[in-house]
């Protein structure tokens, strides 16, 4: 079956850095995804990775290795609203997304 | 406003009853989605359109049902709601290309009693 997991919760302070991990098993690979929800809001997008290595966006970067299926979202400089969820999704073989359960990041003073 | 809008925000519906939720975009995008988010679990694919007059079967397409007959709506309705479709459904379109993202609406939060 498909699969992506990701860490459930993490807690981080104000100014730090903080590494979230998307492992994945997908039907085929047309492309990572990273999405950040606030809670009752709708997922809006962070970045895209097809190719391996590191995509940098502002305070935000997202790396990949297809050979290991891992990703990861890097936020630096974190400020209280990146507290928010972030959610991984991969796009598989039939240009499908399969979405991760979302990781909740917790920022603290 | 571009972008993409759903109604209702919210609804509470009576377990038989019929409803159907309403999906409009303005940006010409030819794939449409509907999802449903429920706590602890990762979106779900309910059923997809790839472009008008098509559409396909997601994860999770039991007990509901959607139509595409145009480029702006994707309506999805479900014919008898039962509790288990309690959950906050977001509608989403894309340009459809590999890399190109998904915009969500701002979600229906729907109770059924």
């Known amino acids: 079956g498909q699969n992506i997991d990701q860490p459930t919760e993490m807690t981080a302070t104000e100014g730090a850095i903080v590494q979230i991990n998307c492992t994945y098993q997908?039907?085929?690979?047309?492309?990572l995804f990273w999405y950040q929800q606030h809670a009752g809001e709708a997922p809006t997008f962070l970045s895209y990775?097809?190719l391996d290595g590191l995509e940098e966006k502002g305070r935000f970067s997202s790396f990949l290795s297809r050979s290991k299926g891992y990703s990861y979202l890097l936020l630096k400089e974190l400020q209280m609203k990146d507290s928010a969820s972030y959610l991984c999704?991969?796009?598989?073989?039939?240009?499908?997304?399969?979405w991760g359960a979302g990781t909740k990041l917790i920022i603290k003073p | 406003i571009a972008g993409i809008t759903q109604a209702p925000t919210s609804q509470i519906l009576a377990a038989g009853r019929r409803m159907t939720l309403r999906c409009t975009q303005d940006?010409?995008?030819?794939?449409m989605y509907w999802y449903r988010q429920d706590l602890g679990l990762g979106l779900r694919l309910i059923h997809y359109?790839?472009?008008?007059?098509?559409?396909g079967k997601g994860e999770v397409p039991d007990g509901y049902s959607v139509s595409r007959a145009n480029t702006d709506d994707f309506p999805l309705t479900l014919a008898s709601a039962v509790p288990s479709q309690t959950s906050v459904y977001f509608c989403?379109?894309?340009?459809?290309?590999?890399?190109?993202?998904?915009?969500f609406g701002q979600g229906t939060r729907l109770t059924v009693v």
């Open positions: 940006m010409r995008h030819n794939a």
């Open positions: 989403a379109s894309s340009d459809g290309g590999g890399g190109t993202e998904a915009f």
């Open positions: 359109s790839n472009t008008a007059g098509t559409t």
């Open positions: 999704a991969v796009r598989d073989s039939n240009y499908q997304l399969i």
């Open positions: 990775n097809v």
């Open positions: 997908t039907s085929g690979f047309n492309g």
